[in-house]
Every structure is written in C-alpha cells, then in structure tokens.
C-alpha cells in the first residue's frame, strides 16, 4: 500500500483540500485499498476541528466531501509511515524538512512538483483572501493530485 500525507500550515483548508480531492481520484481510479491518504498541519492552531468553511463549500461545489476530515499535526512518526509527505508551500517544506528523520527526508517534497503545466511551485493559503482564493487552490490541488496519481500508478 502506498500512503500519501498532505502538509499545510493549520490543516484547515489546503491539506484537507488535497486530502479529500486525492481520496476521491483513488476511489475513482478503483485504487482503494491500494493508497491511504491522510493530512496534517505542521501547527496545531486548529486540532480536532473540521476544514474551514469555506474550503468546505468549495467542495461541496465541486462534489467532493471533507465533512470527515479533522485537524492534526504532523508527528515525526509519519515520516516512517508515509510514503509521500507533500507540503502545500516551501514554509511548511522548510518545516518539514527540519522535523524529518535524515533517513526520511526524500519523502517530504512540494506538492505542486506534481502538477503539470503549472508555472505556480507553491499552493497559496487562501484563509485570509477572498472566496476565490478556494477556488483557485482546488484548481491547484486538482491538476497536482492527477499528476500525483499518475506517479503512483507507475
């Protein structure tokens, strides 16, 4: 089984967003039971609540579902568990680098490295912007996820 770990800072609005939109391409792909995906922020401002409202709207917009989804942190032992750990932004990469194992650190990478065709490297924190903000990180996270999936697959 590949697991694949989503990295933001407060895990309230991108990571749950990569989270749950990654869920639904494994299920879609007829991959579950294959990949176990899971997210987590690297600060624990927003530990045990739901994703943002708004990411959450955003969703339900597009026809995925995060209402499952809570809050954690990153434990250093997902380092050994994952084999993915993608942050949203180089902060959280910078982050996460830092926290990581030696052994490990290969696995931490930026997520957007998996979007084709994308001249963005960073997932932008949409909480203080705009509503459009959301809807510009689910294009992100929906061209980076694909690009994700294809790298699992081979």
Known sequence: MIKVL???????????????????????AGMIGDVEVDSAGTHAYHVGEP????????????GFDLSYIRARRVEVSDF?????????????????????PTQHKDKVRLFLDFAKDQSESEVPDPYYGGPNGFDHVFDLVEAASKGLLEDIKK
Do not use: W
């Open 6 to 28: 989503f990295v933001c800072m407060g895990n309230i609005c991108r990571s749950p967003t990569a989270h749950g939109v990654f869920e639904s391409m494994i299920k879609d």
């Open 80 to 100: 050994e568990y994952f084999d993915y750990v993608l942050a949203m932004d180089a902060d959280n990469l910078s982050i996460l680098k830092s926290m990581s």
């Open 51 to 62: 994703p943002d409202k708004r990411s959450a709207q955003c969703a339900t917009k597009r």
